[in-house]
């Protein structure tokens, strides 16, 4: 590929590793605070939600797994859109791209704090909190800082413990369940409309978002055009199960889920009482910070991509001489989102995240096609039917996108001015 110096990074990521880093993507706080949300859309009729908001972000992941197949180096849709469109637009979704990735990990954060109030109710008092965010990102970003190695070491382990308390809170409650004859009796009466459905699903694209940040580290990958497209579509299946069957236990334990704000917490004191509880809400916040550290692999490598192709200040592609990681790009982040976390509130970021994502997830669709035509097989996973999955993708994204609010579209506007400045000062940069 033209215009790819060498990142001086090490491939240290194997196939698993890369499943792992996308789980822990994609499972994070979503899980934990949007069954509620979900119930107050469409009631009792939420599992289909999750299976429907699935099906569509399946078929934008179809996409991802072909574009990351062609590719070898750090940046994910980034590089995407760069190769596909050109270098405005791939700056532009650098910066959407990079706009989601901060909101997401400040949601995360954000309900790390709501969750440690179990433990300990001061935690959301102002001080606490600055203390609290400041002690989770800065042991992130120094484990992250010394190598790529351990950075993965830690997502993988952190894969495996948040997935321990949500497989057995799915056990113990369906037995809870069987035991008990059924479900709890449903207080919701809800009777959705189209406009409720569409609300659902794109909170949803929350939930199932992430995998596209663990695309952008794939210059570390051992094998990238093989592995990608394996670890998206394994992650997509054991996600969307465990999803769907976390919001059955909740509603068939809980009479109104939507009067909680942590949901499982809730359910499980029904079948495990306090201690279930609290184990539940111990499980949340493991969860939260093994997204966190996924978060804090995989998201600096945008800003390092970006400055490593001339498209962003040279220091973001600083590479430690030491320990071989991208080390301004690691601090900034964590810089950013602690702000992100102080300043805004958990759906705040949520809504943030899913809308700017859909941008992205549009762009990468689009994208794909593009490159069929431009680069004829480059794919080593040639998507089967692949026109129809990019248009697909495409409709997906811009019907979620019309139920936007006015202040999302306004940040959205003022990301894409940014993007133009920054081009502007790319291109400035780059004339002889």
């Not at 940040?213 to 794939?218: D, E, F, G, K, R």
């Not at 966190?292 to 430690?320: G, K, Q």
């Amino acid at each position: 590929m033209p215009d790819q110096p060498p990142s001086g990074l090490v491939r240290a990521m194997g196939r698993w590793t890369l499943v792992a880093l996308v789980i822990n993507t994609i499972i994070g706080s979503g899980i934990f605070g949007l069954p509620s949300l979900v119930w107050k859309y469409v009631g009792g009729a939420a599992p289909w939600a999750y299976l429907l908001a699935g099906a569509g972000i399946g078929v934008i992941m179809a996409c991802f797994a072909e574009a990351a197949s062609r590719f070898t180096e750090a940046g994910g849709p980034y590089l995407y859109a760069r190769a596909a469109f050109g270098r405005f637009l791939g700056i532009a979704m650098g910066w959407l791209l990079w706009l989601v990735r901060l909101s997401a990990a400040a949601a995360g954060a954000n309900l790390f704090v709501i969750y440690l109030a179990e433990f300990w109710p001061g935690a959301k008092q102002p001080v606490a909190r600055a203390l609290v965010l400041t002690a989770l990102l800065g042991v992130l970003a120094a484990i992250n800082y010394r190598g790529v190695k351990s950075g993965a070491r830690v997502s993988n382990v952190f894969t495996v413990a948040k997935l321990v308390p949500l497989g057995l809170f799915v056990v113990a409650g369906g037995a809870f369940m069987l035991l008990r004859g059924g479900p709890a009796p449903l207080a919701s009466t809800l009777r959705p409309a189209a406009g409720d459905w569409m609300q659902a699903v794109l909170v949803l694209v929350f939930a199932y978002g992430g995998f596209e940040a663990a695309m952008i580290p794939l210059g570390e990958a051992q094998d990238p055009r093989r592995d990608a497209p394996f670890a998206l579509l394994v992650s997509l299946a054991v996600c969307a199960t465990l999803f769907t069957l976390v919001q059955i236990v909740v509603q068939g334990t809980l009479a109104d889920p939507g009067q909680t704000d942590r949901p499982l917490a809730a359910a499980a004191h029904q079948f495990l009482g306090t201690a279930g509880a609290r184990f539940i809400s111990l499980g949340a916040l493991v969860s939260l910070y093994g997204y966190l550290s996924a978060n804090m692999l995989h998201t600096p490598r945008l800003t390092f991509a970006l400055a490593e192709r001339n498209d962003f200040p040279p220091i973001f592609a600083a590479v430690h001489r030491r320990f071989r990681t991208p080390h301004v790009s690691i601090v900034v982040f964590a810089a950013l989102v602690w702000l992100m976390g102080m300043a805004g509130n958990f759906r705040w970021n949520v809504v943030l995240s899913a809308v700017a994502r859909l941008f992205a997830y549009g762009a990468v669709c689009a994208a794909m096609l593009v490159l069929r035509r431009k680069q004829p097989g480059e794919a080593r996973f040639p998507l089967p039917a692949g026109p129809l999955f990019g248009v697909l993708g495409i409709a997906f994204a811009l019907v979620l996108v019309s139920r936007m609010g006015r202040a999302e579209l306004a940040i959205i506007a003022g990301t894409m001015v940014i993007a133009w400045l920054n081009w502007l000062w790319a291109r400035k940069l780059s004339l002889p």
